[in-house]
């Protein structure tokens, strides 16, 4: 019988093509499904909709600082024309006697423009300054949601291949029990086997269908979590090309075992808060400064008792003003110096933040490079335990061949056998994931899809 020494190796490379083959499925390796899944993710697309959003709060703020020119018209009716009472003397009357004087028309119209222009506000200044700081901000949030889209992304599709390799390790064991399953029912037939071991073989080949059945369930359910986790509708049919090897690792990578926490989108946007909350305090100080602007107007006006008059030019003035408005502030009640300790008091608390983010941070690279040095010590284990097992395997193999070893020490070595190989691709699962983590602590993830 062929040696099986090497084929969890070749299951590992040749299994998405022998097993998952077929019509209208869509290739997918890791690289494709992170830039898949940042191109249509709804978080990702959300915060593409803030940046716009930011823009445009960027223009609005800009808006209140260019000429404001609004026009106007009105006709009024005054059905009962006011009347004012003036000294009588103005009329020839006697002194400290009153007369009732009716001043104005039954009809009033009018047009006119006001131009309004700010010619200094501080406020207005870091307002717009403020607006750019806060579209910068949810351009970091993007990166966020980036990073968090591809890492659960990554972390699924090397978990679907794990179980996918599990797979093809099973399918070989079936391989291997029907063989042993058709050698010895050959031996019960003449009589050198017992009933009892072509049964136990049926056993055991039953348990590993069994297995698959239900490690396809699981693995149909983790495809469409993938999916669902690269916003690809659950329909489509993909296979994963991707593989875990051996050759991932093989000692630590000194390049990601250095932290870089400067380029994690989650401290980047907590500084990023710090300066607007700055800001802030600099904007309600700049509250206290006066403002200057400019105002001019004219205005077209008709008076007249009748509206059919409204057309006789006679009954038509204008008049216009320019001006130059300033406003200085007094008093607010303190209303300006406790949003500034309000804005203040918000910068220690990100502060405070931002200490304990870096050091989840440094928790979660330094736990990460504990798990990839341990599995990378685990696998080199596994390795010399799974040599081992062949060999057992090998020799019970002939033993029960030969007639010198009951049914019981084949299986055995059999499951031993299968057990190590699982423990051999999980180690290698688990290293990949550790790298992962490793990137994603450091803000490096994003680079996968770039390489």
């Known amino acids: ?49 803030d940046i716009a959003k930011g823009e445009e709060m960027v223009r609005e703020s800009l808006s209140s600082g260019l000429p404001q020119i609004n026009a106007s018209s009105s006709i009024v009716n005054n059905l009962a024309v006011r009347t004012s009472f003036v000294p009588a003397e103005f009329f020839g009357g006697q002194p400290g006697d009153f007369a009732k004087v009716q001043f104005g028309t039954n009809w009033n119209a009018s047009a006119g423009v006001q131009l309004d222009q700010m010619l200094f506000n ?35 599709y090397y978990q679907i291949q794990l179980s996918k390799t599990q797979r093809g390790i099973l399918d070989a064991n079936i391989s291997q029990i029907k063989g042993l399953k058709t050698v010895t029912e050959k031996q019960f037939q003449n009589g050198f086997a017992k009933k009892i071991d072509v049964d136990r073989l049926m056993v055991q080949q039953s348990n590993l269908e069994t297995q ?47 932290p870089s926490y400067g380029l994690k989108p989650d401290l980047l946007i907590l500084k990023k808060q710090q300066d607007l909350y700055q800001l802030d305090v600099e904007r309600w100080k700049a509250g206290y400064f006066p403002t200057l602007s400019f ?130 691709i999980t180690a290698l699962a688990q290293i990949k994931l550790a790298e992962i983590d490793i990137l994603s602590a450091n803000g490096l993830l994003l680079r996968m899809i770039e390489e």
């Open 295 to 424: 105002f001019g107007s004219y205005t077209y006006e008709w008076q007249a008792n009748k509206l059919n008059e409204l057309s006789n030019g006679n009954f038509w003035t204008d008049f216009s003003q320019i001006g130059i408005r300033l406003n200085v502030p007094i008093f607010d009640g303190f209303l300006k110096k406790s949003r500034v300790q309000t804005a203040q008091l918000n910068i220690r608390q990100t502060a405070e933040d931002y200490k304990f983010a870096k050091l989840g941070l440094q928790l979660n690279h330094e736990a990460a490079i504990t798990s990839l040095k341990s599995n990378q010590n685990t696998l080199k284990s596994i390795i010399a335990t799974q040599k081992v097992a062949e060999d057992v395997y090998q020799v019970a193999q002939s033993r029960y061949k030969e007639g010198l070893a009951p049914i019981t020490e084949l299986l055995d070595a059999e499951t031993s056998l299968r057990q190590t190989q699982s423990n051999y």
């Open 122 to 156: 501080k406020t207005w200044l870091l307002g717009v300054r403020a607006s750019k700081e806060v579209t910068d901000f949810y351009k970091l949030v993007l990166d966020k949601n980036k990073d968090e889209v591809v890492a659960d992304v990554a972390k699924l």
């Open 212 to 258: 698959i059945e239900n490690l396809d369930l699981q693995i149909d359910q983790a495809e469409q979590a993938l999916k669902f986790a690269m916003n690809m509708p659950l329909e489509t049919e993909i296979v994963l090309t991707d593989t875990i090897s051996e050759n991932m690792f093989e000692s630590v990578n000194e390049a990601i075992a250095q």
């Open 1 to 49: 019988m062929k040696k099986v020494s090497n084929y969890p190796k070749l299951v590992v490379f040749f299994l998405p093509f022998l097993c998952f083959s077929g019509f209208a499925q869509q290739p997918i390796d890791l690289k494709t499904a992170l830039k898949y899944a940042v191109e249509h993710h709804s978080s990702v697309q959300k915060a593409k909709i």
